[in-house]
């Protein structure tokens, strides 16, 4: 006699939404580096990286794929024996897959680009200087599409609504450094680093309407953000 209670395991296992790392996983990555250093001053790394996940499980629902890109491109320049100019740009890229309750996918993309350029040099015997400028912009998408059996409310509803909006982050970022060296074991820093960031997330607010929970809690945050920061160490070595 069939246990009553396995067509209803059956369902839950074909309904349920795993957690991923509770589901059959195969990964393909590749990665690759090179060091190219033309003259005597200048030096150039690459990398290029990239991955794909594959998921399964009894169930329809969940994640399927995932997915990662990276490329990075780092040089330095010697000016003289005293300065050097540095520089980076990075571009990163990570997507996921899942299929939704109610007939619905939703894809999920993330994109990373980040550019900095930077000094270093030495102004005397005891007194080094530096400064790095960044920029940082990321994005990621909601896409969502509807499979033929949804229902006509979900795809009214997206139809009208377009999904859910993209969430951006955006910060610029200046770092200066000073090192005086006192003696052998002992040296002065000062660091001073200045960001200004700028963001917005439907999850804490849209168009300037903040989030209001069901008892009428609101949530809201600044749009725009700067931060300075200003720190001085000292330094004592014992050898």
Request: proline share 4%; glycine share 10%; aromatic share 12%.
């Amino acid at each position: 006699v069939p246990d009553p209670g396995w067509a209803d395991a059956q369902t839950v296992f074909a309904n349920g939404i795993f957690p991923a790392n509770l589901m059959d996983r195969r990964r393909d990555k590749i990665k690759l580096s090179a060091d190219w250093q033309p003259n005597e001053k200048l030096s150039l790394q690459f990398g290029v990286e990239t991955g794909r996940d594959r998921y399964e499980s009894p169930s329809v629902y969940g994640v399927r794929r995932t997915g990662m890109d990276q490329f990075t491109l780092d040089g330095t320049y010697a000016i003289n024996d005293s300065w050097n100019l540095t520089g980076y740009a990075s571009y990163g890229r990570q997507e996921l897959d899942q299929a939704r309750p109610g007939a619905a996918f939703m894809a999920f993309d993330n994109t990373s680009t980040m550019v900095g350029l930077g000094v270093t040099g030495r102004v005397s015997s005891k007194i080094d200087i530096g400064g790095n400028l960044s920029f940082l912009n990321d994005k990621s998408a909601y896409s969502q599409t509807l499979d033929a059996p949804a229902d006509l409310g979900s795809a009214a509803l997206l139809a009208a609504t377009g999904g859910l909006p993209d969430i951006t982050f955006r910060q610029a970022q200046l770092k200066l450094f000073g090192k005086y060296t006192i003696d052998k074991q002992s040296a002065v820093r000062v660091d001073f680093i200045y960001q200004r960031t700028k963001w917005n997330d439907w999850a804490w607010g849209y168009n300037g309407t903040p989030f209001v929970y069901s008892d009428g809690t609101t949530v809201n945050y600044k749009t725009q953000q700067n931060v300075g920061f200003l720190g001085v160490a000292y330094t004592r070595r014992w050898q």
